[in-house]
Each structure stands twice: as C-alpha cells, then as structure tokens.
Nanobody, 125 residues
C-alpha cells in the first residue's frame, strides 16, 4: 500500500509555471513507478506523464506536454514532481498523482493501483 498526497496547485496565468509535488508514504517509494494524470471539467481523466521506478531514468509524456513538462522523482524524499512550464488555459484540471509497481500500467494502460486526492490547477487566459 502507498498513500499519495499532492500539493502545489493553484491559479496562474497563461504562460506561467507551476511545480506539483506528490509525497508518498507506505511501502518503499522507489519500488513504484509514478505518474501524473489530469481531469478537466466534463472530460475523462487523461495521462500526462510517467516515470519508471528506481532511478527514474525513463520518463514518458503525453504529446501536448512534451518539451514543457518534466516529471522527476526524489527517492530520498519519497516525492515525485511535475514541473509545468508555459501553461495553457486548456490545461486547467485537477491533477492526480498515481503509483503502481508496473510502469506498463501507468505508461500504457493508465490504470495504476494507487491515486492521490488531486490538486486543482487553474490557468487563466
């Protein structure tokens, strides 16, 4: 079991940056692949970024996030981050942190076992 708590959301303007954090507790953090998802009002939850367990040497992104978002992890702090730059109004959503022992479930299936409660990101135009 792992518990996830997101923070760092807020209200920003178009083009601004935000860094989301997700603190994990429970079983050894480094053994989990981690991911970020988001859900906009009236839309389904979608994958944003994922990072492999351990060293985090492999990161994957949805096409719209490539070049602007960076996912990273600090295993000593049991934390995963999502640095978001050049934010757009259409990226307004609740952002969720997720964990799974399988990177495939995060990267391909988008069905991780564990979810945080989410943090709101609002980008004004």
């Amino acid at each position: 079991q792992v518990q996830l708590v997101e923070s760092g959301g807020g209200l920003v303007q178009t083009g601004d940056s935000l860094r989301l954090s997700c603190a994990a507790s429970g079983r050894a953090f480094s053994t989990y692949a981690m991911g970020w998802f988001r859900q906009a009002p009236g839309k389904e939850r979608e994958f944003v970024a994922g990072i492999i367990r351990g060293s985090g040497a492999i990161q994957v992104y949805t096409d719209s996030a490539k070049g602007r978002f960076t996912i990273s992890r600090d295993n000593a702090k049991n934390t995963v981050y999502l640095q978001m730059n050049s934010l757009k109004p259409e990226e307004t959503a609740v952002y969720y942190c997720a964990a799974d022992a399988s990177f495939h479930r995060i990267r391909e299936l988008h069905t991780p076992d564990f979810w945080g409660q989410g943090t709101q990101v609002t980008v004004s135009s």
